[in-house]
Nanobody, 123 residues
């Protein structure tokens, strides 16, 4: 079993940047597909980005393409989500989770969810 802990959330003005971190422990995390998701109040959890275990393949939701960058440092068992040009609609709780396939984007295809980190964007 792998455990994930997110951090790095906070409050930022529109146009600003944040970098989220997801630290993995337990099972060999370097072999895992990792996904970032977010959930805003009253909305369903949605896919943001995912990354292969080597870091060579990445996928993004259309809404964040060109603004967010997912990366990982397997030596540190840490995955990152760099968020630039933040918009009001990016405000949500962000979660990282373990997946089995890069081709899947549904929350139910991921597991070992972290506790989430809050991102607030103000105008």
């Amino acid at each position: 079993q792998v455990q994930l802990v997110e951090s790095g959330g906070g409050s930022v003005q529109a146009g600003g940047s944040l970098r989220l971190s997801c630290v993995a422990s337990g099972r060999a995390s370097s072999t895992l597909v990792i996904g970032w998701f977010r959930q805003a109040p009253g909305k369903e959890r949605e896919f943001v980005a995912s990354i292969s275990w080597t870091g060579s393949t990445k996928y993004y939701a259309d809404s964040v393409m060109g603004r967010f960058t997912i990366s990982r440092d397997n030596a540190k068992n840490t995955m990152y989500l760099q968020m630039n040009s933040l918009q009001l609609e990016d405000a949500a709780v962000y979660y990282c989770a373990v997946g089995t396939s890069l081709l899947r984007r549904r929350p139910q295809d991921f597991g070992s969810w972290g506790q989430g980190t809050q991102v607030t964007v103000s105008s």
